[in-house]
């Protein structure tokens, strides 16, 4: 009760209204040893007992239309997932619906009907790895052992940031380069089907572009980057048959990951809205193009609602650092 009221005071209704946008990747069946942060079922269930108990869930763009006429509920909130995992189906909808919680899918379309995203790779191959040492000297690091879960862990965390940046080619030449060099057999049931898509449609769930490729923006230039973007909305719009209004940049920090040029791309586009990884909660001045998400990673209610709190006074900060 507490928490519900300082939540009540941090977001009002009205044109004071804040909005927090979560954003999720996977809901696991079960603890991943590789990655004991990442959420699964009991995890995920707990966490929107929570959300379904404190705010007032919204699909997100009745949230941003509502956000722009100054006329949110109090403790707004709506709830993303990013990327296209077969899992948001299969494990997270069902919670979703018990909840009677409603949230929006940004789907990577070139990962559809068996692919799969570069750092998944780059995991499948660590995890099934049939050696105890990778060579990766040429990503500039040291021979990593992989004998233990701890090894593989303390790998992939030095393989992901060393590959993520890389150009489009580059970094496929180095996902290539690990996978041969593990000699892993690699799943093909990551991600969702097309027709797994249209079914997160048919349950009430909302789907937004996210690029064919998942590139980071950053490295391409203008004219690929709005052929990701709107080649990936296209493509939802034939496979469902209706207009997609919401964009996510992929990995999503400002700077880092995308600036103000795909910002520009997103409106010519004609999204409605595009949402960020930049931490706080948007407000009726926020960028509609670079509307902030954040998720907590505390395990008691307690923490994780001071957190959502903290995050709801922090300064939605748009393009060169100012607040919006």
Known sequence: ???????????????????????????????DPLFPGEVDITRFDELMQWVADWFNVL???????????GDLPPRAAAITFDDGYADNLLHAVPIL?????????????????????????????VRGAAHSILDARLLGLDELPLGTVEEK????????????????????DAVAQVAAACGAVL???????????????????????????????????????????????????????ERIGLFAYPNGKLGADYGAAHVRIART??????????????????????LPRFSPWDRSAWRYGLRMLANLRRPDVALGGEAA
């Open 1 to 31: 009760m507490l928490l519900k009221t300082a939540f009540n005071l941090a977001s009002p209704s009205g044109p004071r209204g804040r909005l927090s946008i979560l954003i999720f990747h996977r809901v696991l069946p079960r603890p």
């Open 153 to 172: 862990r303390a790998a992939l965390g030095k393989l992901i940031p060393a590959i993520k940046h890389k150009p489009a080619e580059q970094r496929a």
């Open 59 to 69: 699909p997100l763009s009745e949230a941003v239309d509502r956000l722009g006429r």
């Open 269 to 290: 586009l004609g999204f409605d809205a595009a949402v960020s990884t930049n931490p706080g909660a948007c407000t009726r001045t926020s960028d509609p193009y670079q």
């Open 187 to 241: 799943p093909d049931d990551l991600m969702l089907t097309s027709g797994q898509v249209r079914d997160l449609r048919d349950q009430g769930m909302s789907i937004g572009a996210h690029t064919v490729t998942h590139p980071i923006l950053a490295t391409l230039d203008d004219t690929t980057a709005t052929r990701e973007m709107a080649d990936s909305r296209d493509f939802l719009q034939g496979l469902l048959g």
């Open 97 to 125: 619906r018990r909840y009677r919680l409603q949230a929006s899918f940004f789907i990577a379309t070139g990962f559809l009907d068996g692919g799969r995203m570069w750092n998944d790779t780059i995991i499948e191959s």
